[in-house]
Structures are given as structure tokens and as C-alpha cells.
């Protein structure tokens, strides 16, 4: 019997918080709050399920555009995540990185984050990305900069470039899921996803569940991956 393809990382955009808000009469907040709850849950299923790396697209380096009091709550969300949940997922063997640029977020939640990946830093089960104040061309940006005043050979290569990205020892996503039905990527893993498989699915990301998690590394398995070789 052949063993089932799993992907060795799997990356969630996390949409439809609003969309599951607003269906409920619930300020957006309420969505966003509802979507940590089955975050928390993801992280155990996706263990469980044998996935490495897990990296969830939480704050776009777009998502500064909403109205004051969406971003506040956010970056309150994480603050309150770090705070209450890093010793549980600690318990699971799962170590937290954060991936996105630095700059705009509040002092002390930088400090948390750090505190974060510090204390958790040797767990080796699970990689737990949450990519905040993230934005694929950012990220390629950023990576040219630091690269150009390195004053490298040039030509330069792709691993010369790869070198510079937030996190360059995280393998590419081999599947990204996009919840709540839009069918694009918004700026995530941009380089990173030149040959990943996709998943979508129109439920809204506090609705999504096991079965839903299920269904997609399901669906992933049967798929044949040929980064631009030749069908088997
Ligand atoms: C997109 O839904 C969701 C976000 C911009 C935020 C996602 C954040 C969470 C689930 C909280 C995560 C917390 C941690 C600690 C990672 P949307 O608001 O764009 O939904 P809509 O398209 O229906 O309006």
C-alpha cells in the first residue's frame, strides 16, 4: 500500500471572519475573535494530521488599510493569543515563528512575538508560522535590499535571493488553502508559491473544521505534482 501524500507544509489564508460576522448580525470583531478559536483548534488537527510547517495568513501588510479600530483589535487578538495560548502550544511540541516585516507594529506586541519564539524555539513537531504585517512583495523587496548591500557577485541566483526572505529554511507551501471563496492569493507566499497546489472553499474560516481539513489534504493526495516535468 502506498502511504498518503501529506503536505509537508500546508498554508491557510484565513478568510470570511466578516462574512461569518456579519451573517450573525456580529460586529467583524466578533469574527475575527470566533476565527482564533478555530485557529487554536487547527494547530492540533494539523499536528495530528503530520504536517511540519503550518503557516496561517493572519495580517497583510495591506490589511493596515481597515478602519482604526478593526487594526487595534487585531493586533489585541494577538497580543491576547501570545499571552494566554503560547504555553499550550508549547505542550504540542510546536515551536511559534512569525514572518512579515517589523516595522508599524506596536513596541510591546514586537517584544511578545520575540518573547514567543524564543521560549518555544526548541520544539521540533511543528513550525507554527503566523505571518503578520506580511506581504509577499514586501518580502521579495526586502530580500533584494538586503541583498544588494551585501554587494554580492552578480549575476545573482535564486538561493542568493532565498537567503534573504524572513524565513529561508521553511520549505515552499505545497498546498495553500483559501477559505470564504475568493479564488486568489493576495500577496501571500509570492515566490514561495510557484508550485504549490491549491484548495478552495467557500466556507467561511470560523466554520472551517476537521472534516473541512480533512477534505482538502484529501483532495491534495490525489493530486500529481510535476513542477514543470512531464506526466508520469
Ligand atoms: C480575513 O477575514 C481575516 C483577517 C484579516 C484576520 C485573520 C485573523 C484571525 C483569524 C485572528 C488570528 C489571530 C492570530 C493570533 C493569528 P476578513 O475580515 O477579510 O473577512 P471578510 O472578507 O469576510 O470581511
Not at 524564543?118 to 509577499?136: P, Q, R, S, W
Not at 508559491?193 to 484529501?218: G, M, Q, V
Request: glycine residues 6%; positive net charge.
Amino acid at each position: 500500500m502506498t502511504e498518503k501524500k501529506i503536505p509537508t507544509h500546508l498554508a491557510i489564508i484565513l478568510d470570511g471572519n466578516g462574512r461569518w460576522a456579519k451573517k450573525r448580525n456580529l460586529p467583524r470583531l466578533m469574527g475575527h475573535r470566533a476565527g482564533l478559536r478555530k485557529l487554536e483548534d487547527m494547530v492540533r488537527l494539523v499536528k495530528r494530521e503530520g504536517i511540519r510547517y503550518f503557516s496561517v495568513y493572519a495580517f497583510s501588510t495591506e490589511n493596515w488599510n481597515r478602519p482604526q479600530m478593526e487594526v487595534t483589535g487585531l493586533m489585541s487578538l494577538f497580543r491576547y493569543y501570545i499571552r494566554r495560548k503560547v504555553d499550550e502550544i508549547k505542550s504540542e511540541g510546536a515551536r511559534i515563528r512569525f514572518c512579515g516585516r517589523k516595522d508599524r507594529l506596536p513596541e510591546d506586541l514586537l517584544a511578545q512575538m520575540k518573547w514567543a519564539e524564543d521560549y518555544t524555539k526548541d520544539e521540533k513537531i511543528l513550525d507554527f508560522i503566523l505571518c503578520i504585517n506580511y506581504g509577499g512583495r514586501a518580502e521579495i523587496i526586502d530580500a533584494v535590499n538586503k541583498l544588494i548591500a551585501e554587494n554580492p557577485q552578480t549575476p545573482v541566483t535564486e538561493q542568493d535571493l532565498r537567503k534573504h526572505f524572513y524565513l529561508p529554511d521553511v520549505p515552499d507551501p505545497d498546498l495553500i488553502i483559501r477559505t470564504s471563496g475568493e479564488l486568489r492569493l493576495s500577496n501571500f507566499w509570492l515566490w514561495e508559491s510557484a508550485y504549490s497546489e491549491y484548495y478552495f472553499t467557500d466556507i467561511h474560516w470560523p466554520d472551517f473544521d476537521e472534516a473541512e481539513l480533512k477534505r482538502a489534504l484529501e483532495n491534495y493526495a490525489g493530486r500529481e505534482r510535476r513542477y514543470g516535468g512531464l506526466k508520469s
